[in-house]
């Protein structure tokens, strides 16, 4: 089922977790509805932006999911409203600078461990964008600057 020009509902649900353990990560109706506006209004533009496929490492996660790994229970993820992600060729800082230049209506935006970008569309729209680090074994959020 595609949620947009280049996005399908399989993709933004795949979970190796999930497939290892077994776990099906399905989401309800308001959670497709909310993974489809995260694609229409974020992902789907992106792409156009910067003209190079997004990579979906995290998608939508099942509450089930979601405790496998160690997510927080307030998640955006838990709700379809966020994706981590990845895009070959561009640094984290250069995906944090494409969203902002195309000024697309991101919820929280936040460059984690330089690995991946977190990126989220809900009814909130605070263009929020933090920088995640670990520092003494915890995850330590700031301003990103």
């Excluded at 497939?19 to 497709?32: C, E, H, V, Y």
């Excluded at 156009?48 to 509450?63: C, I, L, T, Y």
């Excluded at 929280?108 to 929020?128: A, D, K, L, T």
Aim: aromatic share 6%; proline share 5%; no cysteine.
């Amino acid at each position: 089922m595609k949620l947009g020009e280049y996005f399908t509902l399989e993709e933004m649900t795949h979970s190796q977790a999930a497939t290892r353990a077994g776990i099906k990560n399905l989401p309800d109706k308001a959670q497709t509805l909310a993974l489809t506006n995260l694609v229409v209004n974020v992902l789907d533009p992106l792409r156009k932006a910067v003209g190079r496929p997004v990579v979906v490492s995290s998608g939508f996660r099942s509450e089930q999911v979601n405790k496998l790994i160690g997510g927080s229970a307030t998640s955006q993820h838990r709700f379809g409203e966020a994706a981590d992600i990845t895009i070959p060729g561009l640094a984290n800082d250069e995906i944090v600078a494409a969203v902002k230049n195309a000024k697309l209506p991101f919820d929280q935006m936040i460059e984690e461990f330089g690995s991946w970008v977190h990126i989220s569309y809900g009814p909130r729209h605070r263009r929020e964008i933090l920088r995640a680090r670990t520092i003494n074994g915890k995850t330590v959020y700031s301003p990103y600057t």
